[in-house]
């Protein structure tokens, strides 16, 4: 294989949980959602990786936020939980423990239905 190519893994990973929105006049309805969130990431050149090994790191940062209701976590407890917000925070997140591997997030997708996607970079 040529050693050119840009190459990449992607992982989805489905995130049930509840939340609601804080805004000048209270709060909104706690509601529930399925976020999408798919990741990009890049390994050390390997040509076989363990995929488990990157979905237990995925599952780790995303399982104190399973069916929970996420205003109750961290820092969406103080922090709005939009789409943006957790997007961001959970690709920080992500990086760090990808670096601890040797890899690298190129990419994440949150999507909180299939018409509302936030991507960042």
């Known amino acids: ?8 893994y992607r992982y989805k990973y489905y995130l049930d949980a509840n939340h609601y929105m804080r805004n000048d006049d209270g709060r909104s309805q706690v509601h529930p959602h399925t976020w999408e969130i798919t990741l990009e990431v890049e390994n050390d050149g390997a040509d076989m990786i363990d995929f488990s ?11 104190p936020y399973q069916n929970m209701i996420i205003n ?12 943006e917000n957790m997007g961001i925070y959970f690709k920080k997140q992500l990086e760090g423990v990808m670096l601890e591997k040797n890899w690298k997030l190129k990419m994440l997708t949150i999507s909180e239905n299939p018409n509302r996607t936030f991507v960042i970079y």
Request: hydrophobic share 40%; glycine share 0%; charged share 30%.
């Open 1 to 8: 294989m040529s050693e050119n190519l840009y190459r990449f």
């Open 53 to 63: 090994q990157i979905e237990d790191l995925i599952k780790k940062v995303f399982l």
């Open 72 to 83: 109750e976590v961290k820092p969406f407890d103080a922090v709005n939980p939009t789409t």
